[in-house]
């Protein structure tokens, strides 16, 4: 009984460590496009949900998610052309 205890656990621990994998970053080089929402009032849009469009897919996001506190978000455009960003701020 014992051995095959030991013998699962060395299993486990031998293929945690086969299939485990470590994360990274590095700062990239690519020129970001640093956008800030606001209202007319002059007011942040601070966490509001946003999507970005690509000038080559008007259907899906190129990238998604919400505002900073500061109503502000940045992104790497792939291609040239005319972007389109939305906000949404849920009203």
């Not at 014992?2 to 486990?12: E, G, Q, R, T």
């Not at 946003?50 to 790497?76: C, H, L, M, W």
Request: include cysteine; proline fraction near 3%; glycine fraction near 8%.
């Amino acid at each position: 009984m014992l051995n095959k205890i030991l013998l699962v656990f060395a299993f486990l621990a031998i293929s945690s460590e086969t299939f485990a994998h470590g994360t990274g970053y590095r700062r990239s080089e690519l020129e970001s496009v640093p956008l800030e929402f606001f209202y007319s009032t002059g007011e942040i849009m601070s966490y509001c949900e946003f999507k970005i469009y690509s000038p080559s897919d008007d259907k899906f996001a190129y990238q998604s998610g919400r505002t900073d506190e500061n109503g502000r978000v940045s992104f790497i455009p792939n291609v040239s052309g005319l972007w389109r960003a939305v906000v949404n701020d849920g009203h």
